[in-house]
């Protein structure tokens, strides 16, 4: 096993990492930021090393810098995390080639994978389902009108280089085409450097099911079953859930949906940890969307339903161990749900709202699991993705799981900085997400239907903060109040109302 590992990352997940590197005897080396000076990350490692000012371009991005600091601290190998560097091939191989072990998937493997034209093409080869619609740009416009005649409107444009949502464009009609193609093509440009754009058929309000999959460097591949991830906001993840709902009512989609997940994994010479992203119709047909290669924010669930240590396997898998288990072995048990608890104002559009952290209580207790980047006192810096934490819990069933967030969120209380615990609240007692009606339009929809501060007359705005200031009643908690409503409580509503 590896004696120190540098971990290129902050936030929740370096803690994640660092702990599970604790764990396992391993010397842990944080990098930071001008920004995380004081960060918790920096605090929990046994070493650490400054690598640059703020900007991530300057800092987290600088290839040169992380493996200058890899190589003082004789560190032995690199765990990337998730966003940064994880998914940079470029990386990777600079990572191999000055003898660095990169804690992930082979540099080839992230660049057969990084191109979703590349990825399609592997994925219909390797015999798995992918979105009818075509694999080369959609540069002859009599070429991409043939191609949406025979697909049938809608149609959607996506951008080769892009990914999460960015370069998509749908077209409703032919008449549409000409212009779509070409600002598609110009926003990919601008975005990724390149231009290329094809066409895939329109999935209408799918669900987004993801399958973690995981290999050793001896070609065993296993899948670890699937993440229900539909409920996002802006193509990003609000909550995510192991199992999924639809799946735990039709088990015969895990076993196709992650044998169809490890035949790209093969194809692609696949290793350490990755993620299979698939749509699911209404008709509960799967298409394979994308494959990231890296640890993702949400393995929680995963590791809380199938008593797995995706970190700790990571770690064996790139000494050079085999994988401890067998695909029979792999056991689903319960429920998990997490939420993404970020610093930011659901009352405005969702504002990030980085600042100092007055009071913090943290949920506990059993069942729980809180992966948190943050400490009373720390400024959340406005330079990265204001994530303060995670918060996952695991119970029997997914009803008692809903009870159990609930439980915990109310446990939970921020102050000094806007955050999203309330918004939680809301969605875990709405009837379309207690009932498992989920897809990947269910957050626009609950915002429309959402009982809000913003809805309100100014008068009843008001009524309702100075309840809240008194301890009356929760400006949206419509529980009748209990004299002895801790103070912890009351603090977090107000922190909520700021
Ligand atoms: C789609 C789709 C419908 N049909 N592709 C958005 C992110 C990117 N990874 C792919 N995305 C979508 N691709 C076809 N052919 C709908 C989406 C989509 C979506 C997918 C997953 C999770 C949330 C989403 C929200 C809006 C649209």
Not at 81 to 110: H, K, M, Q, R, W
């Amino acid at each position: 096993m590896f004696r120190k590992v540098l971990v290129a990352n902050r936030g929740e997940i370096a803690v994640r990492l660092i702990r599970a590197l604790r764990e396992s005897g391993i010397q842990s080396v944080a990098v930071f930021s001008d920004a995380d000076r004081r960060a918790l990350h920096v605090r929990l490692a046994d070493e650490a090393e400054h690598i640059g000012p703020a900007p991530s371009s300057e800092s987290y991005l600088r290839i040169d810098r992380i493996l200058e600091a890899a190589s003082s601290h004789q560190a032995e190998a690199i765990h990337p995390g998730y966003g940064f560097l994880s998914e940079n091939a470029d990386f990777a191989a600079a990572c191999e080639s000055t003898g660095v072990t990169f804690i992930g998937p082979s540099s080839d493997s992230i660049r057969k994978l990084g191109s979703k034209t590349q990825a399609r093409i592997l994925a219909r080869q390797a015999g798995a389902p992918v979105v009818p619609g075509t694999e080369e740009p959609a540069t002859n416009l009599d070429h991409a009108r043939a191609v949406a005649r025979q697909l049938g409107y809608p149609v959607l444009l996506k951008a080769a280089a892009g990914g999460g949502g960015k370069g998509m464009r749908r077209v409703n009609t032919e008449s549409e085409l000409e212009s779509a193609v070409r600002d598609a093509s110009s926003e990919a440009e601008r975005a990724f450097k390149n231009s290329e754009v094809y066409i895939e058929k329109v999935i209408e309000n799918p669900r987004h099911i993801e399958i973690q999959v995981l290999g050793d460097k001896h070609g065993n591949l296993v899948h670890l079953g699937e993440r229900e991830c539909s409920i996002q906001r802006r193509h990003q993840k609000v909550i995510e859930e192991c199992p999924s709902p639809l799946v735990a009512v039709h088990p015969e989609m895990r076993a196709a949906m992650g044998a169809a997940a490890l035949k790209i994994a093969r194809a692609a010479g696949y290793y350490n940890a990755g993620t299979a992203e698939f749509l699911v119709d209404s008709n509960r047909n799967f298409y394979f969307l994308e494959m990231n290669t890296r640890l993702q924010v949400e393995h929680p669930v995963t590791e809380l339903v199938t008593g797995l240590d995706l970190v700790q396997l990571q770690l064996r898998i790139a000494c050079g161990e085999p994988l401890p288990f067998h695909q029979d072995d792999v056991r689903w048990r319960g429920s998990a749900i997490e939420c993404r608890i970020y610093a930011e104002d659901p009352d405005n559009q969702f504002l990030p709202s980085p600042g100092t952290i007055q009071q913090l209580s943290e949920p506990g207790g059993p069942g729980v699991r809180l992966d948190s980047g943050v400490y009373p006192g720390w400024t959340v810096p406005i330079d990265y993705d204001p994530l303060l934490a995670k918060l996952a819990v695991w119970s029997e069933s997914r009803a008692s799981s809903i009870g159990r967030m609930l439980r915990a969120l109310d446990e939970y209380a921020v102050t000094g900085i806007r955050n999203n615990i309330g918004f939680f609240r809301d969605i875990l007692r709405d009837e379309c997400f207690v009932d498992a009606y989920l897809h990947t339009g269910f957050i626009e929809e609950f915002i429309k239907r959402r009982p809000s501060l913003e809805s309100d007359s100014d008068v009843e705005q008001i009524a309702a903060l100075v309840a809240a200031k008194h301890n009356l009643n929760g400006a949206r908690d419509t529980r009748p109040q209990t004299a002895e409503a801790s103070r912890w409580q009351s603090l977090g509503r107000r922190g909520q109302l700021r």
